[in-house]
């Protein structure tokens, strides 16, 4: 039996994700009526869905015309604007736009970092963002798949309805983060993964760089070569944590570790060279991704956790960022 | 008791102390903790005293609280918060007669019966006097035995029950001699010792009028006749023919009493009328051979035990002595026969008398007479070994003391206490000072002393008995093979006598509180209630955690 004047010894922290009561995002969700998915891409023909693409096709969107050429469907000739051209010129055939399905696929870092600071989880946001896109594609009938990065359990789920959306949130929940789970990971994402998709990777960008940054930079990559629209968006929680630790004596405690970290005397300087050192270590980390500006975004938290709760903050977030404004069209 | 107490008061501010210890550093937990990794860590500022009023803290409270009460404990160790009045304990130590006597038949029933009857009714009594009765039960005839102590009413009804009449005599200072040896033996209580048995009480439970004793006697008047002693009276010391004398008595209502002899081989047979003078009839016998005889009374009447003897008649009349004692003088002189085995008694000096035939009358004699006057300070007057004595010759006699001389009741003694004569029973013992000596009274004196004693010895039927009767050893009837032993045991046939009790009124009497009053001590309630705070603070901060200072 303990002391009475003894302090209980300090168990090592809870999981992340049993400490963090993740909420859905709400069901009135009219304000995402005003944003609609508009992916114009280079698709596949012969396939159907919401969206035109600049590949030739059946719809009744006019794309170009161009010179017959064997094989033509002869119905397909305009007489009337061949001749035009004159009698030498080789007859022109009405060319129309294909119609493919959107993917779009969303890679969400689950590790134990992202289930901090415990006054607004990144989990959480990238939660909310992820339901708000599902949503927003599967009222457009397109394809919504969620990847879950560094979890232990299944990674990839395709998404094609609004009821089916609505259950992501369970499966934040059934997540106990696991680097090891990997090379499946992005093995199975790359399935999903066609020259339509748009792919967009949610994180923080605080673990060390390993063979999961590695294998994600090279796909990521590899769909630059595809053409495909990739995007980026950094939550970037600093400025909360850095106004949660203050200055003074400090105990720091993350993820997995316990009460035998060291103690540290914070102030000014140390979270200045701090910050600086996670800003390196991003930079270094995404480095191989070879980003362009209009890739990536960041999304700074607050200094001071939102009092009536980080909805409105994530709203906000969503309206302004520029990724997803080219994303969406009005 | 102080000191601990003092020691449990002085933790109280180092327990306050402790409680204003407080970690210098916060903790915080933030995703971005391994970034500060190249940080210089500063171990020395883990812990600091700060001020704060430990009261505010509930388990400090608790605590201290736990400490307080033990102190206050420990330091009224004897104080009394209260009392209360409880019931009295009535202790009552009940004795049961279960002689041979309490078969004897009233009324269809027999007189244990009667006894378990009266102790029903006497327990009544004892409900009314809203006292918790603690129940110890004895049985006792020649012996006491005790049959459990602290009883509950059913294992007293079931002890009781179980209970039957040995065919065993009655020892009625039983109780009295026990009383004086137990006395606070039962938890320090003075017990209520209630007797109850066929006979009066006896004159010895009149001796102490303060005596917590009530004698109940049961019995009744109740006709009966018996033999009161068979016994052979010729003296085997002169030889000759055996003689046996047959003693009857007779109570209540005069009814014809017939004497049946008869020999267990059917050699002789007879039958003849018992004539009484007051109640009491004597019959000489001779037996024609030496053999085992039958005697029996008719008609059969109340008690039974006593109408029936069983004698064997030795064939050999030849007289030996087992003398043992270092002085053979007077054993060449008498010219007796020295034998051990068919010896009509012992002679032995003092210390001898451990290593002797327990079963074998003795004749014990001391280291002597010297001339010298002395003053005779005791006599049993009556006694036969006194028989023809002159006591004015003993007092120009001096006996000299015998250092290792067993228990014995003194028949003669002196002034300084020194035993002349003594006698004892089981076996028969007679202590004689010394062998015959001196000159003209002197001589007669001691010599007849001497033969007094042999007298005695003989006359008892001592030597080669013509029956044995019933012992605590061998509390059972045998007729069939000698030596016989025989429920005959004087006084038991006295059926007669009318019931006489003595303090019955003690039963009901309140004499001693119906109520004591029990003090309830501080110190286990202080100590209770620490023990709750204690348990209390423990499960709270099992609850609470760290937080819950």
């Given at each position: 039996m303990r002391l009475p004047w003894r302090r209980r010894a300090v168990a090592p922290p809870p999981t992340a994700t049993a400490a963090i009561d993740l909420q859905p995002l709400p069901q009135a969700d009219r304000w995402l009526h005003q944003f609609h998915l508009d992916a114009r891409r280079r698709l596949r023909s012969n396939a159907q869905g919401g969206h035109l693409t600049r590949r030739r096709g059946e719809s009744l969107a006019f794309r170009e015309f161009t010179p017959y050429q064997p094989g033509d469907d002869i119905r397909a000739v305009d007489w009337r604007v061949s001749a035009r051209f004159g009698e030498d010129h080789e007859p022109l055939v009405r060319r129309f736009e294909a119609e493919q399905p959107l993917h779009l696929v969303v890679s969400v870092d689950m590790r134990a970092s992202m289930w901090y600071p415990q006054a607004m989880p990144k989990i959480q946001i990238a939660l909310w963002l992820a339901e708000a896109l599902a949503r927003l594609t599967c009222r457009q009938r397109d394809q919504f798949v969620l990847h879950q990065l560094g979890a232990d359990t299944r990674q990839v789920f395709t998404v094609r309805s609004r009821r089916a959306a609505d259950t992501l949130v369970e499966r934040f929940r059934a997540v106990t983060p696991n680097a090891d789970a990997v090379d499946q990971s992005l093995a199975d994402l790359a399935r999903h993964l066609p020259p339509t998709a748009v792919w967009l990777i949610i994180g923080d960008f605080y673990q060390e760089a390993g063979r999961l940054e590695r294998t994600l930079a090279d796909l990521w990559r590899r769909g630059a070569r595809k053409h495909l629209w990739r995007m980026l968006i950094d939550l970037n929680a600093w400025p909360l944590e850095r106004a949660h630790v203050g200055h003074g004596a400090r105990r720091l405690l993350g993820p997995g570790q316990t009460q035998t970290q060291p103690l540290f005397q914070v102030d000014a300087a140390v979270l200045d060279a701090v910050e600086a050192r996670i800003a390196a270590h991003k930079q270094a980390l995404l480095k191989p991704f070879r980003l362009s500006p209009q890739d990536a975004t960041t999304w700074f938290w607050p200094e001071n956790a939102p009092q009536d709760g980080a909805y409105d903050w994530f709203r906000h977030q969503f309206r302004q960022d520029p990724l997803l404004k080219r994303l969406f069209m009005r | 008791m102080i000191f601990f107490a003092g020691l449990c008061a002085a933790l109280i501010p180092l327990l306050a102390l402790l409680h204003m210890r407080k970690p210098r550093y916060l903790t915080r937990r933030v995703s971005?903790?391994?970034?500060?990794?190249e940080v210089t860590a500063a171990e020395n500022i883990q812990t600091q005293w700060r001020w704060t009023?430990?009261?505010?803290?509930p388990p400090f409270v608790m605590q201290a609280l736990c400490l307080l009460l033990i102190s206050a404990a420990l330091v009224s160790e004897d104080k009394v918060w209260y009392t209360v009045d409880e019931p009295g304990d009535l202790h009552l130590w009940v004795w049961i007669d279960t002689s041979s006597s309490m078969a004897t038949q009233v009324d269809g029933t027999i007189m244990l019966d009667l006894a378990r009857a009266a102790l029903r009714e006497n327990r009544d009594a004892l409900a009314q006097q809203q006292r918790r009765p603690i129940l110890h039960l004895t049985a006792f005839d020649l012996e006491q035995r005790d049959?459990?102590?602290?009883?509950s009413p059913a294992q007293f009804e079931t002890a009781v029950a179980a209970l039957k009449p040995r065919p065993l005599g009655t020892d009625l200072s039983l109780p009295m001699r026990s009383r004086e040896r137990d006395e606070g033996r039962l938890q320090g209580a003075d017990p209520l010792v209630l007797v109850i048995s066929d006979l009066p009480a006896p004159t010895w439970v009149r001796t102490d009028p303060n005596a917590r004793l009530v004698w109940h006697d049961v019995g009744d008047a109740v006709a009966n006749h018996g033999f009161s002693e068979v016994r052979a009276v010729a003296n085997p010391f002169l030889g000759g023919q055996p003689l046996i004398e047959i003693a009857v008595h007779r109570f209540g209502a005069p009814t014809e009493v017939r004497l049946d002899l008869k020999a267990r081989n059917d050699a002789f047979h007879d039958n003849l009328p018992i004539r009484f003078q007051a109640d009491r009839g004597t019959y000489l016998f001779t037996p024609p051979k030496p053999g085992v005889y039958e005697l029996t009374l008719v008609?059969?009447?109340?008690?039974?035990?006593?109408?029936q003897v069983v004698i064997a008649v030795q064939d050999d009349a030849e007289f030996v002595v087992d003398w043992r004692h270092p002085d053979r003088t007077w054993l060449d002189q008498l010219g007796w026969q020295n034998q051990t085995d068919h010896a009509a008694f012992t002679v032995l000096a003092p210390h001898q008398s451990a290593d002797a035939d327990r079963q074998r009358p003795r004749l014990i004699i001391g280291p002597g007479f010297q001339p010298g006057e002395t003053r005779i300070d005791w006599f049993r007057e009556g006694s036969p070994l006194l028989d023809q004595v002159n006591l004015d010759v003993a007092e120009t006699l001096r006996a000299l003391p015998a250092p290792d001389l067993p228990p014995l009741f003194p028949v003669l003694a002196d002034s300084n206490g020194v035993p002349w004569v003594g006698r004892h029973d089981a076996p028969t013992t007679v202590y004689l000072a010394g062998f015959p000596t001196g000159v003209g009274d002197q001589a007669r004196l001691t010599t007849l002393l001497w033969f007094n004693a042999v007298q005695t010895l003989l006359s008892k039927g001592n030597a080669n008995p013509l029956f044995t009767r019933t012992r605590i050893d061998a509390a059972t009837v045998e007729t069939n093979l000698p030596p016989f032993r025989l429920d005959l045991h004087p006084g038991e046939g006295r059926t007669w006598l009318p019931p006489q009790s003595h303090g019955r009124e003690r039963l009901t009497a309140?004499?001693?509180?119906?109520t004591i009053q029990r003090s309830v001590l501080w110190w286990p309630w202080l100590l209770g209630a620490a023990l709750v705070f204690f348990a209390l603070e423990r499960v709270l901060a099992v609850i609470g955690g760290p937080a819950w200072r």
């Open positions: - | 971005a903790a391994r970034f500060f990794d009023n430990p009261l505010k803290s049959l459990g102590h602290n009883l008609p059969e009447d109340a008690y039974g035990a006593d109408n309140t004499d001693t509180p119906t």
